[in-house]
């Protein structure tokens, strides 16, 4: 018998089995990643959102913390067809609900045509289809959450340090501890600091580069990050990853908008505009840059033609959208950390492109 409800904006409300106990609601979003669940469910990106797999059995390998991106889980549940005991049982040490058994190809099917679309769930002994509905009813819009970036920066600044070769400023607006990391394992100290830092504090540290990393959320409400870019527009080189690529754009006079259901998996082909070189690519994203302002689109999603890549000579920008420190892969785009740090540079380093 059903021990947990998954109640849909369109009016649907799934049965399910209730793998880790509670009530919660949210964007509900689908990523095919076939690995990296540990990486997924610690990706401070998914705050807000309710994570389902599209492939059926997640937990296959364990869960190991060396692996985690960060120290919480980020989501507010997650969903799938099979959870292994190890992965229910985390996620329920962790307070996060969990539900399977039930029919992801149709979930995932509803958000592909209907679009990333508002959720409740309540699992566990008391579980009723009322309380889900209760709790879609609260559901507030991704870009409804004005301050989220409040709920996943640091509070105060620290460095992961690398041997010193470069500084980087990192703005964290919800990082992926593998951000900081594949840039120290190339010689660079990173300064990781606070989602609202300001100006000062960044000139003080005189770094190499500005980097704003990814997060999660509507990007047009991360305006402190976006007027520290402007800023610094000129004066530093500038780089970011996925909400760090839409925050750089739209301080460069562009737009970002709401994809239907967005780019979540650990196979979406980008393909360089100049070099025709298609690689494979790590992404989660819901939304996506319509207008790059001032800046040039280096790269595009072969599916769909968005924004992957944007650049500036002039201002030296570099920006991706998808993840390319990847974990757990692939690694074809590690090579975008070799060139942040060119652009910190003069040029002369020996770049690190296979891990
Ligand atoms: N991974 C990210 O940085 C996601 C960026 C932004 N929150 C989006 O959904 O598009």
């Known amino acids: 018998m059903a021990d947990a409800y998954v109640a849909l904006a369109d009016g649907r409300v799934f049965e399910a089995r209730a793998r880790a106990p509670g009530r919660t609601r949210g964007e509900l979003v689908f990523t095919t990643a076939y690995t990296g669940y540990e990486e997924s469910l610690t990706d401070p990106s998914y705050e807000e959102q309710v994570l389902t797999f599209s492939y059926p059995l997640i937990g296959n390998y364990g869960v190991r913390d060396e692996r985690f991106e960060s120290d ?165 080189p500038l780089a970011g990853i996925c909400l760090g690529q839409q925050i750089v754009a739209r301080a460069f006079g562009g737009d970002t908008e709401k994809m239907a259901f967005g780019h979540r998996g650990v196979n979406q082909p980008v393909r360089d505009v100049e070099t025709g070189q298609v690689v494979m690519t790590t992404q989660n994203h819901g939304y996506s840059v319509a207008d790059p302002g001032d800046l040039e689109v280096t790269q595009v999603n072969v599916n769909d033609d968005t924004a992957e890549g944007l650049e500036s000579e002039e201002f030296s920008v570099v920006t991706r959208q998808y993840h390319p420190e990847a974990n757990p892969g692939p690694h074809d785009s590690l090579g975008f950390f070799d060139e942040v740090l060119d652009l910190a540079g003069d040029g002369s380093r020996t770049p690190v492109t296979a891990d």
């Open 72 to 236: 919480r889980v980020h989501p507010n549940a997650a969903v799938a067809r099979e959870l292994t005991d190890d992965v229910a049982e985390w996620l329920e040490s962790e307070g996060v609900p969990a539900v399977d058994h039930l029919d992801t190809r149709e979930l995932v099917t509803s958000v592909r045509e209907e679009g990333a679309m508002a959720c409740g769930i309540a699992a566990g002994p008391d579980a009723t289809p009322e309380a889900a509905k209760e709790e879609l009813a609260e559901c507030v819009g991704m870009s409804d959450h004005l301050d989220i970036g409040k709920q996943v920066s640091t509070d105060e600044p620290y460095t992961v340090e690398g041997g010193g070769d470069y500084d980087v400023a990192l703005v964290d607006c919800g990082m992926k501890g593998s951000i900081a990391t594949s840039l120290a394992e190339r010689g660079a100290d990173v300064h990781v600091l606070p989602y609202d830092v300001d100006a000062d504090t960044v000139a003080e540290l005189d770094p190499d580069v500005l980097f704003v990393s990814n997060g999660p959320g509507d990007p047009a409400n991360f305006e402190s990050a976006q007027a520290l870019v402007e800023t610094f527009t000129g004066e530093l």
